[in-house]
C-alpha cells in the first residue's frame, strides 16, 4: 500500500509540473506580513475602545496573499520579498513551500523584524489595517539587480505598493523591457510616477486608487469610465477598476465594459483584492482574454470574502470551478 500511494503522489506531481510548463510564469514582487486580527462589533472611530471578541493570526501581506492565491489557483509562481530572521520569517518561509510557491528569491534579514499587519473586522465584513513594514521596507532594488534571473525567467510580474516606490518602479522598467507583462494593484493607494505607468500592462485600482491616479471622481459607472480613460492615457494598456458589489469595470483599447458582482453574504474583505489580483495573473497566463479572466477573479474574490482571514480565505481551483458551476 505505501508504494502505491508513493507511486501515486509521484504521477500526481509529474502531472503537475506537466501543466506548469505549459504555463506562462508568474513573478510576485511584494509584501510578506504576519496578521493579527480582532473581530468587533463596529470598526473604532479617532479615540474610542471598542471590545472585541475573537482574536487570531493569520499570514498575510499583499504580496504574500496575491502569490498564494495564484498558487492555489493553478499558477506557476515565484515570490520575491523581504522578511525578517524571526519566527513569523520562518513560518512564512515553510508557508510558502507547502503552497508550492518556488521561494528561491525569499530574503532572509537579520537586520529587520518581519511585517505586522493589525486588522480590526466589524460585523459587516468591513475592516481597517495598520501595517508596520518592518523588513518589507527594505526590499530594494539592489536585491532584485543580484536576483536578475527572477524577471527573466518569468512572464506576467505582478506588485502592490507595500513595499518601496523606487523597487517597484526599478522591476517594472526592467520587466518592460525585457517584454514582460506588468500587473500593479497599486495597494496602498498613492501617487504613481508616469515612467512607472507608462510600463504597466495592466492596473488593477479600486475607486479611492482611482480617483488618486486619475483626478476624477467616481460616483456611477460613467464617471469610473471617464477614470479609466484618463489613466489608460498615460500609457496603461489594460485598466480595471474594481468597484466592490457593483463589479469591475475594465477599460481596454479604447472600450469599456462594466462586469457585475456576485451575490455573497460578505463576512471579511480583508484579502478580497489580492485574490482578485493573483486570480487575474493565473486567468492572462492561461491566455484567457482580459474579460475572462476578470470574471475568474471576481469569481474567485466572491469565494474569499465569505471566509475569515488573509490566505486562510484564498480558495482553490476546484472550489472556483465549481462556484462557477453553481
Known sequence: MPD???????????IREVKQQQLSRILVVGSSNTDMVIKATHLPQAGETVLGGTFFM??????ANQAVAAARLGGDVALVCKTGSDIFGHQSQRLFEEEGIRTSFVISDNRYPSGVALIT???QGENCIVVASGA????LP?????????IADADYILMQLEIPMETVCFVADAAFRQGKRVILNPAPAQQLPAELLRCLSVLTPNETEAEMISGVEIHDEASATEAARAIASLGVRHVIITLGSKGALIYSDGASELLPAYSVTAVDTTAAGDVFNGALAVALSEGQSISDAVRF??????????????QASIPYRNEVN???QS
Open 121 to 123: 473586522v466589524d460585523e
Open 4 to 14: 502505491t500511494i508513493s507511486r501515486i503522489l509521484l504521477i500526481l506531481r509529474q
Open 142 to 150: 539592489a536585491d532584485l539587480q543580484q536576483r536578475s534571473e527572477a
Open 58 to 63: 493569520n499570514p498575510g501581506g499583499k504580496g
Open 136 to 139: 518589507n521596507a527594505q526590499l
Open 297 to 310: 477573479a471576481c469569481k474567485a474574490a466572491a469565494i474569499s470574502v465569505t471566509r475569515v482571514g488573509a
Open 322 to 324: 465549481a462556484f462557477c
